[in-house]
């Protein structure tokens, strides 16, 4: 029986999942207590499965290979930047890059979207990204993110999500559709 497509799907640091599903932390070397999962999904099977080991084994593949296959899947799917103007904390609006989808958040992993947000930007510019709910990916240029005002609505979007949908408050650097690490 085919499963379909796999894809990415992050899932928050306290996923109860996670001793059935094989997963990777998002930035292992930066590893922090709110840091999501990497799990890898297959939304349109019946089941709505997550690869576990038993899968890997029947596959006979490693979960790095179905990784590579998920972010592939992802790329493919057609998504679309916009902008928005989103209320700082304590006043004012920020212009932001929106994705919405349910799998926006796992853009993050995928360099073919990222690059498109970069495009959007200045040449040059670290992309300042967060990833505060399964759905939304929210991102700034670098130097946008240096008052303050970008994380903490980040940290509302994280706060008023549902528990099931919350992912991270963390903002993450990316350049050239790469993930470089966590922003403390």
Known sequence: MS????LPQLQPHDWPGLPHASCRKLFPSQGGQEEP?????????????????????????TRED?????????????????PANLEKPG?????????DDFF????????????RAE???PKGEVLVVGIPRRGSLLAVPGPQARDGAFRG?????????????ALTPSLFVMKRGRLLGRLN
Not at 40 to 45: A, E, G, Q, T
Not at 104 to 115: D, G, K, N, Y
Not at 153 to 165: G, T
Request: hydrophobic share 55%; aromatic share 10%; charged share 20%.
């Open 3 to 6: 499963l379909g497509p796999v």
């Open 119 to 121: 495009a959007i930007f």
């Open 153 to 165: 609505i980040v940290r509302s979007a994280f706060e008023a999500a549902p528990r099931d949908f």
């Open 104 to 115: 926006a958040a796992e853009c993050i992993l995928c360099a073919e979207h990222m690059r």
């Open 66 to 82: 179905v990784e590579r296959e998920a972010i592939a899947n992802l790329a493919a799917k057609t998504l679309a930047w916009r």
């Open 37 to 61: 999962w990497v799990s890898l999904f297959y939304p349109v099977s019946p089941l709505a499965a997550f690869v576990g080991s038993r899968r890997l084994e029947k596959l006979g593949q």
């Open 91 to 99: 006043g004012g609006l920020l212009g932001v890059l929106k994705l």
